[in-house]
Each structure stands twice: as structure tokens, then as C-alpha cells.
């Protein structure tokens, strides 16, 4: 072997190492994870407030004790979630960076962006499905008093196509779908506003910049019970425990068969071990089966799942052709 070949194999091997040292104290068993006086963070792709945000607040503190750890949220907002994601997918495989992922994020934006940073199937592990989430037909009724329930909406519609506008959280996000959904549905026309997230739609509606918002339930809890917006209809099949009152958009539209809901779950590096998955998996599902969880997860209008890392990876692999095509059938594309 020449001295140039002997020198190029110990630089590329040196390379090789210095790629992989950053990843070598990944925890290989169950036992060894956490890792003392590391943290945990638990990586959103929406702002303050939304219901990504929510939920993971709502779990941090638990999950913490259960791991002996400090659990912290990390929001890493853009790009619909893809800049949380690719932060996620790139991290140390140890179990300490989690992402708190979204429909929207795993299943949509493969279809709607035309450069994706990563693959969701293959560079993404997923733990645990926490929650079935749909979203409500949300009205300002001091701003649109006209709009009194869901017919009344595609009555003004159809009246003025074109003229009703809705907010959505993001040009293809899975409210902007759900608007689309709806107005296929019903044969109206309306225009879409997209804002950088749920707070920033809301603070639409309220100001009266938009008519209509179709946003994920978690969020509207405490504007709802205050009176600040009135719930025309819900997107699940059937009422939900949180909102009782409030039907679902299939009844209040009179659109048989009308239903559009999402998921959140929990997702890690992808070579991440699978000890480390099945413990991270195994202490969320005690937190979130527990009779609290659960009755808050219901109060969220939110639908408890709880399905460990094999059942959510089937849920995502399921989801993505279904949302290829309602994206496909919006039109919707991020370049």
C-alpha cells in the first residue's frame, strides 16, 4: 500500500469518526436512557398557544417526573412544521429531542411542499399516536352576527361567491384543507387567508379581518368559554365530550357524511434504539391512559388514541396517500 493511499484511508477514517462522535453516547438499552442531567425536549412546529403547544405543555410536566428528567418545549416555527421536523430528524438518536408531530406536518407536507428536508417515513421514527383532534367552525358572532350557524354561512356564501373569506394556519395546513373540504362539500366558493399559525388567525377573527375559521379544538377552549367565538359545528363524526353542545358539521351543515380530522403523536430520530422508543413509549402511555389525561384530552374535544410505535407508524403510512389527494384536489403547492 502506497504512503498517498495509506494517508487518504486515515483522513477519510478520521472523517468517518468525527461524523459519528456526535452520536456515539446514544444510549444503546432502556436502562441507560435518560441520560442523567440531560433534558428532554419535546421540538412543535406552531406558536405559542396552538394546540401542538398546548398538548405539550399539558405533557411535559408528567412525562418529566416518569423519567426522572427535565422536560422542556422547544417551538421551532416555519415552513408548517418541516423546520421542527429536520431539527428532530438531525438530532442525537438518544431519546432526549422528541417531536411533537402533527398530520399536517407527517402526512400533508410531504404532498405540499416540492422540496421536502427530509422523508417523514424514513428519517422520522414514530412513538406513540396521543390524539385523534378535529377541528370547529369558528365565528366571531359580535364581528359576523349574520352568521348564526353553519347554513347561514353557506347561504352568505353562495350569495356572493367568492366574498366570504377563512383564516387558515398556513397555505396547506390541515385547517386550510379542512376550509377547502368544507367548501367542496357544501358548493361554495371562499377565499382563503393564511396566517403564521393559530394565534395569528384567531387575533383575525376576533378583529374581523376574516369571517370564518376552521381550527383545531384545543385551541378554541378558552375563547369559546369566554364568548369570544361561537362553534358552528365540529369536523368529527359525532359531538364531542368537550362541546357537547355544538354538533357536528355533517348535522349543523346538513352535509351527510362530512368529516375531516387530524392526529397529533410523538416522533424521534430514526435510528434512534428501539429500547429507548418502546420506554418513551411505554411512560406516555401510562401518563395519557390515566383518568385526568383522558378527561382533559375529552375537555381539549380532543379523542384519546394512545397507540404505541408500530400502530402510529400504520397511521402515518395510511394518512399519506389520503392527503396526497385532498391536497392534490385543493391545488394547494409550496415551493
Known amino acids: ?54 398538548y405539550s405543555r399539558r405533557l411535559a410536566e408528567p412525562l418529566g417526573r416518569a423519567l426522572g428528567a427535565t422536560v422542556v418545549v422547544d417551538n421551532r416555527v416555519g415552513a408548517g412544521g418541516n423546520i421542527a421536523m429536520d431539527h428532530v430528524a438531525k438530532s442525537m438518536p438518544d431519546g ?8 399536517a406536518m407527517l ?76 367548501a367542496a362539500a357544501a358548493g361554495i366558493e371562499m377565499t382563503h387567508v393564511p396566517y403564521r399559525g393559530g394565534p395569528f388567525a384567531m387575533t383575525a377573527l376576533l378583529g374581523g379581518e376574516v369571517d370564518i375559521f376552521l381550527h383545531q379544538t384545543p385551541a378554541l377552549v378558552g375563547p369559546y368559554r369566554q364568548g369570544q367565538v361561537k362553534l358552528l359545528g365540529v369536523t368529527s363524526r359525532g359531538r364531542l365530550a368537550g362541546f357537547p353542545d355544538v354538533p357536528p358539521m355533517a348535522e349543523a351543515c346538513n352535509l351527510p357524511g362530512f368529516a375531516t380530522t387530524t392526529w397529533y403523536l410523538l416522533a424521534v430520530p430514526a435510528s434512534t434504539p428501539q429500547p429507548v422508543i418502546a420506554k418513551l413509549a411505554a411512560e406516555v402511555r401510562k401518563i395519557i391512559d390515566e383518568a385526568g389525561f383522558v378527561a382533559w384530552i375529552n375537555e381539549q374535544g380532543m379523542t384519546q388514541m394512545s397507540e404505541g410505535p408500530t400502530e402510529a407508524r400504520k397511521l402515518l403510512e395510511a394518512d399519506l396517500p389520503v392527503w396526497a389527494e385532498v391536497v392534490r384536489r385543493s391545488g394547494a403547492r409550496v415551493d
Open 107 to 182: 402526512a400533508i407536507n410531504p404532498a405540499l411542499y416540492a422540496r421536502m428536508p427530509l422523508d417523514t417515513m424514513k428519517d422520522l421514527a414514530p412513538v406513540i399516536a396521543l390524539a385523534d383532534v378535529p377541528n370547529a367552525l369558528t365565528v366571531a358572532p359580535d364581528r359576523r352576527p349574520n352568521l348564526t350557524d353553519c347554513r347561514a354561512v353557506i347561504a352568505a356564501a353562495k350569495a356572493a361567491p367568492g366574498r366570504l373569506n377563512y383564516a387558515s394556519t398556513g397555505n396547506g395546513a390541515s385547517t386550510h384543507l379542512a376550509g377547502a373540504q368544507f
Open 1 to 54: 500500500m502506497s504512503i498517498r493511499s495509506s494517508a487518504t484511508r486515515r483522513a477519510a477514517l478520521a472523517a468517518a469518526l468525527a461524523f459519528t462522535a456526535p452520536f456515539a453516547s446514544a444510549p444503546a438499552a432502556a436502562q441507560d436512557f435518560p441520560v442523567q442531567g440531560k433534558p428532554i425536549t419535546i421540538v412543535g412546529g406552531f406558536p405559542n398557544g396552538s394546540g401542538t403547544d398546548i
Open 96 to 103: 432526549h429531542t422528541i417531536l411533537f408531530g402533527t398530520s
